[in-house]
């Protein structure tokens, strides 16, 4: 029986409970059977994989390679992973360079079957850094299933301190978070936009990422994530706006069915009058 992440709360409460409770929940969670089980699976196979062909016909290896880039829900999509890993990183015109989800790129550019004339499965250390993101990721969808907006944060918490260091302009890191689902929700939920909002020109939304974050966070380049006190306070405001909406949603709900009840009675009332 797997271990299920405990979150006794919600909003920044539950969020400062798993932070103090992460590292032993974490390594409850990895020490299940089922996991150990695949990771077992994964060290002792992906060294003789040659190829994108052998990786997604072996689909409990594949599980596990998924699983790593949290793209586990594209596992049946064998065709389009073969080809994202085939074509590779290096050229520009590679399919994993066209999509605006750049797990993917990190995918094809893990593996190397389109980069090199050996892939990288055949380096020693290649299973110990995939079993490592495969249970990090593992246990966020763990999480998710007690809480999406803690599976966000956590990703958002581990996403961003790598963003805010890598070697892009800022409109580069900008758009990457645009371009991330699991990044957009956190920040449009955080900076107060609509879902619509992701359908306007992207040069807006740049300019009203940029404009939301200076007016709610202090800033507007993603390298202020570099300092993970920053990270937190989106984390906070995110968390909070989220359980408003949620609150806001359960009372309209709610006030919705006391009104049809209220009219209903006032119906009635009327009708026994008039009998």
């Known amino acids: 029986m797997s271990y299920t992440p405990s979150i006794p709360l919600g909003g920044y409460a539950g969020w400062a409970f798993l932070t103090r409770t992460r590292a032993a929940q974490m390594e409850a969670f990895v020490s299940s059977p089922t996991l150990q089980r695949d990771e077992a699976y994964f060290r002792d196979r992906i060294g003789g994989i040659s190829t994108a062909e052998d990786l997604v016909a072996d689909r409990r290896l594949l599980s596990v390679a998924l699983g790593a880039f949290g793209l586990e829900a594209d596992i049946d999509s064998k065709y389009f992973i073969r080809k994202v890993l085939e074509d590779g990183t290096l050229d520009p015109d590679a399919l994993a360079n066209k999509l605006a989800d750049k797990r993917y790129l990190e995918f094809s550019k893990a593996f190397g079957f389109g980069d090199y004339a050996t892939p990288r499965t055949k380096l020693s ?37 790598t963003l805010a260091g890598r070697s892009l302009t800022d409109d580069g890191r900008w758009f990457s978070v645009m371009g991330s689902a699991p990044l957009r929700e956190v920040f449009q939920t955080a900076l107060g936009l609509p879902s619509a909002f992701a359908a306007i020109d992207l040069d807006q939304q740049l300019a009203t990422f940029r404009d939301r974050a200076e007016s709610v966070l202090g800033a507007s380049e993603i390298s202020m994530f570099g300092d993970p006190g920053k990270i937190e306070e989106l984390i906070r405001v995110f968390l909070a706006r989220a359980e408003a909406q949620s609150n806001a949603t359960v009372y309209s709900a709610q006030s919705t069915a006391l009104t049809l009840l209220q009219s209903a009675g006032s119906r009635g009332g009327l009708l026994s009058r008039h009998v």
């Open 125 to 161: 250390d290649f299973a110990d850094t995939i079993i490592a993101g495969y249970e990090t990721r593992s246990f966020e969808a763990a999480v998710g299933d007690q809480s999406d907006e803690m599976r966000l944060a956590l990703n958002a918490q581990r996403e961003l301190a």
